[in-house]
Structures are given as C-alpha cells and as structure tokens.
C-alpha cells in the first residue's frame, strides 16, 4: 500500500518553510473579504489547519480575491445525509479534508462520551477505501489514520484496518468487536473529486436522527483541534491501544458467509463461467475469496478494472448502476472467454451490479429491482427448503420506499413480512436491529440503487455476499436450463409484473429545487397537490418532508418525516411515482413501477403506459427547461 503524500507529523521541508507561512499568512490575513464572518472563518482556517497543501489553496484563494470560492467552501459545514458526510476534497469547512475529519471526529467521540460510559473499553473501528486526491494531499488511508489519532489520544482503543477494506466489513467488525461506534472513509461510488466519513452506531447500522444531529452539534462546539496528538502519525503507529483486525474479520466474515450458501455442491460441478469487476475500487480479492468459500472458482477480473486507482481511468462514472455504458470492458471480456454473468461491484464493494449474456447474442443488464425480484425469490426459496416447519409470517424482508413492491407482491401470497423504510441502508438497518430484538428473521433486504442485503451477514448492503449469492442462484437455475432472465419472468407471472423506471436531473441551485417541490405541493389551479398524472387520477399522495399520507385515516405519513425533499404519487391505473432529493449528490430522482396482478401480461403495453407517466412527471412536475436542469446523459 502506497504511502502518504507526506506525515501527518510537520516535516523537515514543513519546519522550513513555516517562517515564509506565517509571513505570507500575515499578508493573507491583512486582505479582507468584506465579510466579517468570511473573514473569521478563513483566520480560523489558517490558525489550524497543518496540512501545507490545503493551507495554500485557501491563501491563493484569498490572494486572488476569490470570495465566491471562498464563500462556497468556508460558508457553511456538511451534514449527514443518507450516507454520512460526502464532499468534494479540498481546502474550506464544506469539504473533506485532514481538518474537517479531525473536527468530525472530536464531535463524534464528545457525543459517544455521552453515549457510552464504557467507551475506552468498547471502541471504535475505522476503515477506508482508496481514494486520493494529489493537490490537497488527502487520501482515504490518511484520513482514516488521523480519526484514529483523534480518539487515540483520548485514550480510546481503535480497530483500524492496516489495508484497503470493503465498506460492510466496518459495520460487520463492529457487531464483532461490541465497538461503541465506526467510521469508514469512502465516497463510494461518487465522482473521483469526493470523499466521505461515514459513520456506524453500535447496532451496525449507520447513525440516523436523533444521533446525526447531535453528532453535528458536538462538531460545532469542537472545532479547534485539540492537540498535536491529532495530527500524529507515530500516534497511531505505536499506541497499544491500536490494533489491526484485517485478518480475524476476513475470516470471521467468510466463516459467516457459509450460512447463505446452499448448494455448494452444485456450485462445484457448474460449468458457468463468471467476470467481475471491481471498478478501480476494493472488491477484487475480497470477491475471489468469497468464491471459493461457495466452492466456485475465481471469476475471471477485468484486468482494466481490478487493482485500485483512485483516478478511475477506464470510466467515465466509477458507478456500476449507471448500466451497459460503464459494463463495457466487462462485457466484451464475457464474450472473449464465453462467460455467461457478469458481476461489477462499486468501488467500495457494498453495490452489486449484474449482466447477463441472452440467447448468446446480447446483454441483459438488471436493474436493482429487477435483481432483487431474483434475490428475493431466492432466499425465499431456501428458506422454505431449510425450514419446512418454521412460521413464514415471523420473516421479513425490507425494501426503501422508492424501491419496487415486489416483495410486497411476494408477502401477500407467501405470507412473510414486508416492511418498508425510508431511502438510505441507515433506515433498514436500524430497522432490523428492530426486528432482531423482538425475534424477527430478516432474510434479504435492498434499495433500488443496486443495494443489497442477503440474510443478516451486516446491517447494511453488501456487494461482496450478493455477488457470490447471485453466482449460486445463476449456477442452479443454469443446472436446471434456467436462465437468470426466464426466471425473471416466471417471478413476475407468479407475483404480478412490476415494470419500473428509475432516473434523475441535475440540479446545482438549491432555491431551485426548493421552488420546484413548492410548487408541486401548491399545484397550479388547484391550491394542493396535483390530482391528475398523465390523464389518470392521483389516488393518493405521500410527502414524508411535510408527514402527510391521504392514504392514511388521519393523513399522517407512516414514516419518519425526512429532510430531504420526497413525494409520492400512487395513481388509479396501478402506477407508483415518486419525486425525491438525493442525500449526496446535486440530483433529482425521480421514480416510476407500473405493479399489475399476477398472470401474464403485455409487458410492451404496460412499458408504453409507463413511459407516459414518467414522461408527465418529469415534464409537467420538474420542468426542466424552465427550470434550467439538466438532462440525465445516457
């Protein structure tokens, strides 16, 4: 593994030039922004910032005048959305760096203080994936080293990963370990310029309202660094109370992993061939390894895409969900060694893509509801094969609100639980420590966004357990003449045809976005919400941002009230729309499922009639050109 940029500790060439820092410091403190509180936020900046790298953008910003930049990135602080704090790198308040990470972390260990009286004897974990940016000398490592430092020198023990780890193996290691907390640095699969701090209550679900807020609060009350010992690399080389707990997890992890394969005897005799990739990211090893355990041989790596590299150079988006445009390399590598499924993991290894190759002369790319539909069933399945005698009605599967109702459909026949949630993995793990207490069984749970969770390995999606899992369900429907795609079909002839559409416009104004959800709450002509969609009645509406659900005998929304933007349209004609805010980009998804009953169906008509209603929403809701959004580029 590659080392820092340069010590966390002040260097020699640092010790030399901080005569001419605090000269041109002095310089950049005399220029004034015409701000008081631009200006105060940049003084603190300077005061405590000990990256040199940093340090510089923010003086160049200053000398060239810049107060739009400057007010962009010291203006106001990150907050927790669906997954943690994600940014872009670089220098100010509102981005990841050594800085911020540090102040996040003196916040999160104020409030596990208040949390935790045993929090010296329980700790906390930390991991990081690969990321890295060269001009502000931050690195996913570096930045998990100095979290370390922080609860370090508050005499907190730390597990922190010495390598490169997936994202579930952080709340996995916590459950493991009974840690009061975890941290995982990671930006997933966002663009290369961002990082993110993730963070993991002691139930191995990510931290949701009351904690995120509270966290938040502590961070503002903890801004100066505390000591030097929080920039201490030795620190966190030496201290007793560091340990590395890369090799007991990975083995605890693949042992548990056994518990979701079924038929590894089949597995053993398949002659399905498998490619993976892991997109510049972490998964490449972590994937084989899961191979083997189900007693597959390793899938064939994209040799492109299998060592990490934090530039992601072979694609233009380093996220698997963006389907067949970003799958190239790994389908033309299906087709060269005559492999049947391709598996594509994010780069933090905790999203799952997948392909299939049809009638052996094109591809079938599933979206996320189409392979939960298939994941679901499966589980499903083997737990009625394991458990001929068990009560169905005491398991559960979860989905997120925006995700198909599939497993709904699957529920109503089969008898199991349904839930649903909030979007994020944060709500359906909460939401499963929930069930596990009261002696609830979850088997499979997802989100839309190629998110899943089969059994209850971590309570959060897990990309590296899902891969190898899809692999034994292809390998036994293949043993069978089955493909992935015709039982696909039987799924949807069993349940009722869930036919869904899932995309987004960009957005960079929040006023904008603001504007557009108010106007969608006070429709034009009608004072409320709009009661027709593409000429069909709006039966009911559901807004978790303001807690109303016409659906609902006191019009109270179910679920928790959100702070991102979301409404939901549930229409006469079967169709399901929602309109929401993502959590960690400048997006506006937008959500349609046609869900028809069981039996067959002219898929084609109910893809026609779809299409319309997404169309309507999209044109008549958002407005784009009015608005001046952009367009999804496909």
Request: net charge negative; hydrophobic share 35%.
């Amino acid at each position: 593994m590659a080392r820092f940029p340069f010590s966390l500790n002040r260097s020699m060439e640092e010790e030399q030039d901080s005569g001419l820092t605090r000269d041109l410091n002095a310089n950049v403190r005399s220029r004034s922004t015409g701000e008081p509180q631009l200006d105060k936020a940049v003084h603190r900046w300077l005061t405590w910032d000990k990256n040199r790298k940093t340090r510089a953008q923010v003086e160049l910003l200053v000398e060239q005048g810049r107060v739009e930049e400057l007010r962009r990135r010291f203006g106001g602080r990150m907050s927790f959305g669906t997954a943690g704090l994600r940014a872009p790198m670089g220098a100010g308040f509102s981005r990841i760096n050594d800085l911020t990470v540090i102040q996040s972390t003196q916040g999160l260990y104020r409030y596990l203080c208040r949390c935790f009286p045993d929090l010296t004897s329980r700790g906390v974990v930390v991991g990081y994936d690969t990321r890295a940016q060269e001009e502000s000398g931050c690195t996913s490592e570096r930045l998990g080293r100095l979290t370390a430092a922080v609860m370090l020198c508050k005499d907190v023990p730390v597990h922190l990963f010495s390598t490169y780890i997936p994202t579930p193996f952080v709340p996995y290691a916590v459950r493991m370990f009974g840690a009061a907390a975890g941290v995982m640095v990671t930006a997933s699969h966002n663009p290369k310029e961002d990082n993110g701090y993730k963070v993991y209550w002691y139930t191995g679900a990510q931290i949701s309202s009351p904690h995120d807020k509270e966290v938040l609060r502590c961070i503002e009350e903890s801004q100066e660094p505390w000591s030097e010992s929080c920039w201490d690399e030795e620190l966190v080389e030496n201290s007793s109370l560091r340990r590395n707990p890369l090799l007991e997890v990975t083995a605890c992890y693949m042992e548990e992993l056994k518990a979701l394969c079924f038929h590894r005897d089949v597995n053993i005799r398949s002659p399905l061939k498998f490619v993976h990739s892991s997109f510049h990211g972490v998964g490449h090893r972590f994937v084989h390894r899961a191979f083997q355990v189900f007693g597959f041989p390793p899938p064939i790596a994209v040799p492109e895409q299998k060592d990490p590299d934090p530039n992601f150079p072979s694609v233009h988006c380093p996220n698997p969900e963006e389907g067949e445009s970003v799958l190239e390399l790994s389908l033309r590598l299906a087709e060269r060694e005559k492999a049947g499924i391709v598996l594509a993991t994010d780069p933090d290894a905790d999203r799952l893509a997948v392909a299939e190759h049809v009638d052996g002369c094109s591809w079938k790319v599933f979206t996320g509801n189409e392979l939960a539909a298939l994941l679901g069933w499966w589980m499903l399945f083997n737990w009625k094969e394991t458990h001929p005698a068990a009560e169905i009605h005491k398991v559960h599967m979860l989905a997120t609100c925006v995700s198909s109702n599939i497993l709904r459909a699957m529920a109503d026949l089969e008898g199991f639980s349904y839930q649903e949630t909030l979007p994020g993995f944060k709500w359906i793990g909460k939401r499963m420590y929930e069930l596990a207490n009261s002696g609830g069984d979850v088997i499979f749970a997802f989100e839309e966004s190629i998110g899943f969770l089969c059994g209850s390995l971590v309570p959060d999606k897990d990309g590296v357990s899902a891969a190898v899992v899809v692999a034994e369900m292809a390998a036994y429907l293949q043993q069978r003449n089955i493909s992935l795609h015709q039982q696909l079909i039987t799924i949807y002839q069993t349940y009722g045809y869930h036919i869904s559409r899932t995309s987004y416009v960009l957005c960079h104004d929040p006023t904008t976005v603001h504007k557009i959800f108010s106007r969608i709450r006070h429709f034009e002509g009608e004072g409320s919400y709009p009661t027709i969609l593409a000429g069909h009645r709006i039966l009911h509406v559901r807004d978790v941002t303001t807690g109303y659900d016409s659906s609902q005998p006191d019009q109270r929304c179910v679920l928790p009230v959100s702070q991102s933007q979301m409404i939901s349209f549930t229409l006469l004609n079967g169709v399901r729309a929602t309109l929401r805010t993502s959590g960690t980009e400048p997006k506006i998804k937008f959500y349609t499922e046609y869900c028809a009953p069981p039996g067959s169906r002219d898929v084609s008509a109910l893809e026609v009639e779809l299409q319309k209603v997404t169309s309507s929403l999209v044109e008549d809701f958002l407005e784009p050109e009015k608005n001046k959004l952009i367009r999804r580029s496909m």
